[in-house]
């Protein structure tokens, strides 16, 4: 089974700095995708940004990219500029593509603050 | 696009009693999941469907859960008896269908309370 760590309970950053949380994982698939999952009090779960384990480059979106070390299987997500709205869980994510249906493995969530 | 819908928002019940909770996944979604989220915690899977066919439920106590997906549409997922430790926001999710790149979306989760 595979397995999803983040070491980060909770974190807090100023408003306008920079933040990254960690996210290592566990599998011996090599086929798969990391995402990560925005979920603010509301409890919508959204998602902020995905990434192809095949795909060497990292994905960015906006204020937030990642970090993907593939052979260290590790997983950061950087929030520049970071703003109110971004405070919130943020979850890591692991999806193995089956015939039978996507499976999803979730990390325990990072309580980011972003402070005024 | 409507995204998934999930009703109630929240509920209480007294422990003992039966509890459901319904999700419409977004249309054409063929895969359904129920996942439960204690307190500062991740999603955990209960339930995934394919399409009406219920692909992995290892982790659904069916001695007290059950879910439907007729049709291969709408789901519920009931409880009885609850139990306090039931207590839990109870998620919905839907993607595209097996093996393609996607992610899972998110309903908004009813809030269970057992007391």
């Known amino acids: 089974a595979q397995t999803v760590t983040q070491s980060q309970p909770e974190m807090s950053v100023q408003e306008a700095e920079t933040v990254t949380l960690s996210c290592t994982y566990d599998?011996?698939?090599?086929?798969?995708?990391l995402f990560w999952y925005k979920q603010p009090p509301s409890r919508q779960m959204i998602l902020v940004i995905r990434q192809e384990a095949y795909k060497q480059q990292n994905a960015t979106e906006n204020r937030f990219s990642v970090n993907f070390q593939k052979a260290a299987k590790s997983f950061s997500l950087k929030i520049s500029d970071s703003q109110l709205g971004d405070t919130a869980m943020y979850f890591c994510a692991f999806m193995k593509p089956l015939m039978t249906g996507n499976q999803f493995y979730f990390g325990t969530g990072t309580s980011l603050t972003v402070i005024p | 696009e409507a995204g998934v819908v999930q009703s109630p928002r929240y509920k209480i019940i007294e422990k003992k009693q039966p509890v459901a909770f319904w999700c419409n996944p977004i249309?054409?979604?063929?895969?359904l999941y129920w996942y439960r989220q204690n307190l500062g915690q991740g999603p955990e899977l209960l339930i995934r469907y394919e399409n009406e066919e219920a692909v992995d439920d290892s982790q659904l106590p069916k001695d007290r859960f059950s879910a439907e997906r007729l049709k291969g549409v709408d789901s519920t997922l009931k409880i009885q008896p609850a139990e306090l430790g039931d207590s839990a926001v109870y998620l919905c999710a839907s993607s595209r269908g097996a093996g393609l790149n996607t992610e899972a979306f998110f309903g908004q989760g009813t809030r269970l309370t057992v007391v």
């Open positions: 599998t011996s698939e090599n086929n798969y995708y």
């Open positions: 249309s054409g979604h063929n895969t």
